[in-house]
């Protein structure tokens, strides 16, 4: 489930916090753009959004301040 890959719990307001600002960045993308509200409706990652991730993947594994970071989080 989308929900437990971006360890969320099933609220509306994920949808805003989460999902809208996302979209808005052209990070993710709808499977059926023209129909927001669908209860079909999924998302996935768009172009933009794989470079994203591998940017940050590539700082976080070549930077130790970003790795402390991140071992900080958790």
Request: charged content about 25%.
């Amino acid at each position: 489930m989308q929900e437990d890959c971006l360890q969320l719990k099933k609220q509306s307001d994920n949808y805003k916090k989460v999902i809208e600002p996302l979209i808005n960045e052209g990070l993710i993308s709808r499977t059926i753009p023209g129909v927001p509200s669908s209860p079909n409706q999924k998302y996935f990652i768009s172009e933009k959004g794989k470079i994203f991730l591998y940017i940050i993947e590539y700082l976080s594994s070549n930077s130790p301040n970003l790795k402390d970071v991140d071992q900080a989080s958790d």
